[in-house]
C-alpha cells in the first residue's frame, strides 16, 4: 500500500522559513514533488518537482525563495521554503509518481504566512 505522509506546516510570519518532508513508501518512485491550493481556490498548483535523478523545476514565484530535495535511499522529499509570503498560505501536497506512472498523493499539510 502506498503512502505519503507530509510533515512540517505551521504558522510562520512574512519573511520566515519552514521546511516541509514527506516520508513515501509502498512503491518505486520517480518523480516526486510538492503543489499546493490556496485558501478559496480550486486548482492545486505545482509549486517544485525533482526527478530520480536530481533534475528539479519550480514555479515561477517560488524561485530563488524554495528548494526541493530528495533522499532516494529514505524515499523522502523535502521542501526548504524560506522569505515566505502570505500569498504562500495554502495546504501544500506530496505527490509521487511511481515507475508504473501512477501519481500518489498525501493528505497535505497547512503553511499559513502571516503580515
Known amino acids: 500500500q502506498v503512502q505519503l505522509v507530509e510533515s512540517g506546516g505551521g504558522l510562520v510570519q512574512a519573511g520566515g522559513s519552514l521546511r516541509l518532508s514527506c516520508i513515501a513508501s509502498?512503491?518505486?518512485?520517480?518523480?516526486m514533488g510538492w503543489y499546493r491550493q490556496a485558501p478559496g481556490k480550486q486548482l492545486r498548483e505545482l509549486v517544485a518537482?525533482?526527478?530520480?535523478?536530481?533534475?528539479?523545476h519550480y514555479a515561477d514565484s517560488v524561485k530563488g525563495r524554495f528548494t526541493i530535495f530528495r533522499d532516494n535511499v529514505k524515499n523522502t522529499v523535502s521542501l526548504q521554503m524560506d522569505s515566505l509570503k502570505p500569498e504562500d498560505t495554502a495546504v501544500y501536497y506530496c505527490?509521487?509518481?511511481?515507475?508504473?506512472?501512477?501519481?500518489?498523493w498525501g493528505k497535505g499539510t497547512l503553511v499559513t504566512v502571516s503580515s
Open positions: 509502498g512503491s518505486i518512485f520517480g518523480t
Open positions: 505527490s509521487a509518481r511511481s515507475i508504473v506512472m501512477v501519481d500518489y
Open positions: 518537482v525533482i526527478s530520480g535523478g536530481g533534475s528539479t
